[in-house]
């Protein structure tokens, strides 16, 4: 008699958790637990809070015949009986464990206000709120985004675009990016007529504005919160072993350094303690690797070690402008960078890249590839929400 398939449970159905089932489905029975019964695009939640795309997919386009889709959220993982517990009371078990539970935004923040008075927009819900709010907001009222990374300045020309007066308060426009890029990004929010208020650092919020830290009060009728991205607590409470943002420690196969049941992929996993930068361009081939890790262990086999070569960054400025900066195979910046209408199709064209490249795994598992060709750290003295994207 043959043996039975083994039993696989994915946790999350982000970029990573989605790409990595589909490749498994030929060789295991899946599982996948999400809390939402539909896919989210994360890169576009500034498209939806800004009312110009509605940031989901249907999981029956992404998932592989097999793929069974259980929408809970995980609480715990117990390792010793290979069991995970569901917040609806339900228990699974799994012979492999890919935990895949990505990044989210934590709203605690030493500064006054934020909890009560600005929007985040890290996760769908929020993303519909601030919808919803601006959708009730007047469009002369003064709408201050919070935080100078990707996200802020995708948010702020989204709104901008749309006539609405943007204010943009932080501490650096851009700081992963070069200077040349930062430089064509601010000749962007002056055509937008976003103001933009630089080397700032905010010490409240309120129902009617924002003050600094040298004294200025600005008034806003909507602020938006871009900070404070981090990851669930999920493997640290489960007993896992994590790194101090708590992503899941890992060695280069993925494999948690704990249990060689469980691999680890996305924004959530941290190999030899040196994580990727959160991004779908890393999220993509992370589950690739997780995936062909467990597919090695079921066949008895050595995993591969992580080798994930990148290509650049892509910001959008609006729906008519951006700026793409091209990088190396390790992440560090070249000095080339495309801008305009070219960058804003550039931009464009890798979201539905990556789409296609969920859709084309659940189809054909194992047709999807990656860059290789070497991997750098995210830098330790930028804030975590800055290297989002």
Known sequence: MSNPRPRLVVLGGGFAGTLAAGRLSRRAAITLVNPRPHFVQRTRLHQLAAG??????????????????????????????????????????????????????????????????????????????????????????????????LTGLETASELAEQGRRVRLVCRVVGPTLTENTRRAVRERLSALRVEVVERARVTRVGPDGLALEDGTVLPSAVTVWTGGFGVPELARSS????????????????????????????????????????????????????????????????????????????????????????????????DRTFTGRTAAFLKDLGLKSAMAGLRTEALWPGTVRFFRGGRHPVDATVPAEENVR
Do not use: W
């Open 52 to 149: 110009n795309h509605e940031a989901t997919e249907n999981y029956r386009k992404l998932l592989g015949k097999g793929v069974e889709l259980l929408v809970d959220t995980a609480t715990r993982i117990e390792s010793d009986t290979r069991t995970v517990r569901l917040g609806s009371g339900r228990a699974i078990q799994y012979d492999y464990l890919l935990y895949a539970v990505g990044s989210t935004a934590t709203r605690r923040s030493t500064v006054p206000g934020v909890e009560e008075f600005a929007y985040p927009i890290a996760e769908y819900e929020h993303a519909r709120h601030l919808r919803n709010t601006l959708a009730n907001t007047d469009r002369d009222a003064v709408v201050t985004v919070v935080g100078g990374g």
């Open 239 to 334: 007993g896992f072993s994590t790194d101090s943002v708590g992503r899941m420690l890992t060695d280069e196969t993925l494999t948690s350094i704990d249990d060689e049941r469980v691999v680890a992929a996305g924004d959530c996993a941290s190999p030899s303690g040196d994580p990727l930068r959160m991004a779908c361009q890393s999220a993509l081939p992370l589950g690739v690797v997780a995936a062909d890790t467990i597919l090695s262990r079921i066949a008895g086999e050595e995993p591969a070690k992580l080798d994930v070569g990148f290509n650049g960054v892509g910001v959008s400025l609006g729906r008519r402008s951006g700026v793409v900066q091209l990088h190396r195979r390790d992440d560090t910046p070249t």
